[in-house]
């Protein structure tokens, strides 16, 4: 059977990651409202501007229910943005943002810098699938980065060359995954099968 795994549809890369998700085993479904939290698998946290989304989740009144769902074990995965509201910590946010928290790190906004400071490199992402021989090419696009990272969480990867190098930009903590770079926009969904097993695993 398939796990039902939503996408947060507020902004961002949504179509992307559902594809990504729906090559991977999952049934994808759109969620925008409470409501459609109620029959989730586990959850999507797509890239776009975090203080953005951050301003939507409340305006649809949906960030406290998420947050408690994410607290009480729904697995999810967030990616660029989606790391940010996944962190527990939050540097260089504007005033009065909010992350959903649960996952154990410290994350620095826009830390890679600008837009026109947006790059792309290859990762070996610990418990990817042949990323050892077959690294993952990974785009960053304002990116965050980890700063740090708590007892509680484990990294995946770091950039391993260039003026980033031995920054984290993949974390894990336990059904939380969360990644710097966007892979739904490479058509390598192999950060999505990932986080699809760690959905089985928890069901």
Known sequence: MNPTIGVLALQGDVREHVAALAASGASAVLVRRERELKDL??????GGE????????????????LRVRIAEGLPAYGSCAGMILLADRLLDGIPGQQTLGGLDITVRRNAFGRQVDSFETDLTIEGIEDSATRPMHAVF???????????????????????????????????????????????????????????????
Do not use: Y
Not at 41 to 46: A, N
Not at 50 to 65: M, V, Y
Not at 146 to 153: D, I, L, M, T
């Open 41 to 46: 698998d586990g959850i999507v946290l797509p």
């Open 50 to 65: 975090s203080t953005t989304i951050d301003k939507l989740l409340r305006a649809f009144d949906l960030a406290e229910p």
């Open 141 to 203: 696009i304002r990116a965050p980065w980890v700063e740090e990272v708590g007892p509680a969480a484990t990294v995946l990867g770091t950039v391993a060359t260039g003026p980033a190098a031995g920054r984290i930009v993949a974390v894990r903590h336990g059904r939380l995954l969360a990644t710097s770079f966007h892979p739904e926009v490479t058509g390598d969904a192999r950060v999505h099968r990932m986080f699809v097993r760690i959905v089985r695993e928890s069901l």
